[in-house]
Protein backbone atom coordinates (compact mmCIF):
# COMPACT_ATOMS: atom_id res chain seq x y z
CA UNK A 1 0.00 0.00 0.00
CA UNK A 2 2.92 2.59 1.06
CA UNK A 3 4.01 1.85 -2.73
CA UNK A 4 1.17 3.07 -4.52
CA UNK A 5 0.46 6.17 -2.75
CA UNK A 6 3.36 8.94 -3.33
CA UNK A 7 4.89 10.90 -0.23
CA UNK A 8 3.09 7.98 1.86
CA UNK A 9 6.80 7.11 3.31
CA UNK A 10 7.69 10.37 3.35
CA UNK A 11 4.87 11.05 5.86
CA UNK A 12 5.20 8.20 8.03
CA UNK A 13 9.10 9.15 8.78
CA UNK A 14 7.60 12.60 9.12
CA UNK A 15 5.16 10.86 12.19
CA UNK A 16 8.71 9.17 13.45
CA UNK A 17 10.25 12.18 13.95
CA UNK A 18 7.91 14.48 15.33
CA UNK A 19 6.65 11.46 17.67
CA UNK A 20 10.40 10.97 19.52
CA UNK A 21 11.41 14.58 19.56
CA UNK A 22 7.85 15.75 21.30
CA UNK A 23 9.31 14.84 24.77
CA UNK A 24 12.06 17.12 24.13
CA UNK A 25 10.46 19.86 22.64
CA UNK A 26 7.98 19.42 25.84
CA UNK A 27 11.14 19.92 27.81
CA UNK A 28 12.98 22.83 25.87
CA UNK A 29 9.25 24.81 26.36
CA UNK A 30 9.06 24.06 30.01
CA UNK A 31 12.24 25.24 30.29
CA UNK A 32 12.17 28.34 28.22
CA UNK A 33 9.38 28.91 30.35
CA UNK A 34 10.81 28.60 33.45
CA UNK A 35 13.39 30.50 32.53
CA UNK A 36 10.84 33.38 31.18
CA UNK A 37 9.15 32.88 34.71
CA UNK A 38 12.24 33.89 36.57
CA UNK A 39 13.31 36.79 34.12
CA UNK A 40 9.94 38.27 34.63
CA UNK A 41 9.77 37.64 38.36
CA UNK A 42 13.27 39.01 39.04
CA UNK A 43 12.50 42.31 37.23
CA UNK A 44 9.46 42.69 38.76
CA UNK A 45 10.83 42.21 42.01
CA UNK A 46 13.82 45.39 41.38
CA UNK A 47 11.44 47.65 40.17
CA UNK A 48 9.58 46.65 43.18
CA UNK A 49 12.71 47.80 45.54
CA UNK A 50 13.65 51.08 43.19
CA UNK A 51 9.77 51.84 43.85
CA UNK A 52 9.98 51.89 47.63
CA UNK A 53 13.80 53.08 47.84
CA UNK A 54 13.08 56.65 46.21
CA UNK A 55 14.48 60.13 46.70
CA UNK A 56 12.46 63.21 46.83
CA UNK A 57 13.69 66.89 47.14
CA UNK A 58 11.43 69.76 47.17
CA UNK A 59 12.19 72.35 44.20
CA UNK A 60 11.21 75.66 46.00
CA UNK A 61 11.56 78.97 43.54
CA UNK A 62 12.28 82.38 44.40
CA UNK A 63 10.15 85.75 44.14
CA UNK A 64 11.68 86.15 41.03
CA UNK A 65 11.24 82.89 39.24
CA UNK A 66 10.86 83.15 35.27
CA UNK A 67 12.58 80.54 33.23
CA UNK A 68 13.42 81.11 29.67
CA UNK A 69 12.41 78.62 27.17
CA UNK A 70 15.98 77.63 26.82
CA UNK A 71 16.33 76.94 30.66
CA UNK A 72 13.38 74.79 29.75
CA UNK A 73 14.70 72.67 27.72
CA UNK A 74 17.69 72.15 29.70
CA UNK A 75 15.71 70.92 32.63
CA UNK A 76 13.91 68.52 30.67
CA UNK A 77 17.01 67.35 29.39
CA UNK A 78 18.02 67.08 33.52
CA UNK A 79 15.17 65.15 34.13
CA UNK A 80 15.96 62.74 31.27
CA UNK A 81 19.31 62.06 32.94
CA UNK A 82 18.07 60.60 36.14
CA UNK A 83 16.53 57.60 34.57
CA UNK A 84 19.29 56.98 32.55
CA UNK A 85 21.62 57.60 35.68
CA UNK A 86 19.60 54.75 37.30
CA UNK A 87 21.79 51.52 36.69
CA UNK A 88 20.16 48.38 36.52
CA UNK A 89 16.73 49.37 37.46
CA UNK A 90 13.79 48.55 35.06
CA UNK A 91 12.02 51.43 33.58
CA UNK A 92 8.78 51.18 35.93
CA UNK A 93 11.32 51.53 38.52
CA UNK A 94 13.46 54.50 37.12
CA UNK A 95 10.77 56.58 36.09
CA UNK A 96 10.88 60.69 37.66
CA UNK A 97 7.48 61.42 39.32
CA UNK A 98 6.58 65.15 40.22
CA UNK A 99 4.31 65.48 42.54
CA UNK A 100 2.15 68.77 43.47
CA UNK A 101 0.79 69.23 46.54
CA UNK A 102 -0.93 71.76 48.61
CA UNK A 103 -0.88 72.09 52.43
CA UNK A 104 -1.59 74.15 55.17
CA UNK A 105 -1.97 77.88 54.23
CA UNK A 106 -2.84 77.18 50.38
CA UNK A 107 1.35 77.06 50.04
CA UNK A 108 2.22 74.96 47.05
CA UNK A 109 4.66 72.60 46.67
CA UNK A 110 6.75 70.66 43.87
CA UNK A 111 8.16 67.38 45.10
CA UNK A 112 10.50 65.63 42.22
CA UNK A 113 10.86 61.80 43.13
CA UNK A 114 13.05 59.37 41.91
CA UNK A 115 15.07 56.39 41.99
CA UNK A 116 17.72 56.43 44.99
CA UNK A 117 20.71 55.65 42.35
CA UNK A 118 20.03 59.02 40.77
CA UNK A 119 20.06 61.43 43.94
CA UNK A 120 22.85 62.82 42.92
CA UNK A 121 20.82 63.58 39.52
CA UNK A 122 17.78 64.87 41.10
CA UNK A 123 19.59 66.88 43.76
CA UNK A 124 21.12 69.23 40.87
CA UNK A 125 19.31 72.61 40.25
CA UNK A 126 17.42 73.04 36.98
CA UNK A 127 16.59 76.65 37.04
CA UNK A 128 17.85 80.26 38.13
CA UNK A 129 17.35 81.15 41.31
CA UNK A 130 15.26 77.85 42.07
CA UNK A 131 16.26 76.14 46.00
CA UNK A 132 16.12 72.37 45.86
CA UNK A 133 15.73 71.12 48.81
CA UNK A 134 16.84 67.61 50.23
CA UNK A 135 15.04 65.29 52.74
CA UNK A 136 17.77 63.58 53.73
CA UNK A 137 19.15 65.11 56.80
CA UNK A 138 21.76 67.37 54.77
CA UNK A 139 21.83 70.59 53.67
CA UNK A 140 19.54 72.26 51.12
CA UNK A 141 21.18 73.16 48.16
CA UNK A 142 21.76 76.81 48.02
CA UNK A 143 20.04 78.31 44.44
CA UNK A 144 22.37 79.31 42.02
CA UNK A 145 22.37 81.75 38.79
CA UNK A 146 22.93 80.62 35.72
CA UNK A 147 23.88 83.59 33.08
CA UNK A 148 20.97 84.39 31.00
CA UNK A 149 20.60 83.54 27.43
CA UNK A 150 20.44 85.66 24.29
CA UNK A 151 17.91 85.15 21.23
CA UNK A 152 20.50 82.31 19.59
CA UNK A 153 20.18 80.27 22.89
CA UNK A 154 24.27 81.01 23.88
CA UNK A 155 25.12 83.00 27.12
Given at each position: MNAELPGVQAAF????WIAWSA????????????VWTC???????????ALL???VVEVVPTSGFAPLEGEIHRWAHH????TRSADGVPERGAAVRLRYCAETGSKMHCYIEG??????????????????????GRKSIEPITFPRQRDGGRP
Open positions: TAAHPLLAVMVAVGAGVSWRRRLKARTKRSLGRVPIQAAAVLGMPGFDGVEVRTHR
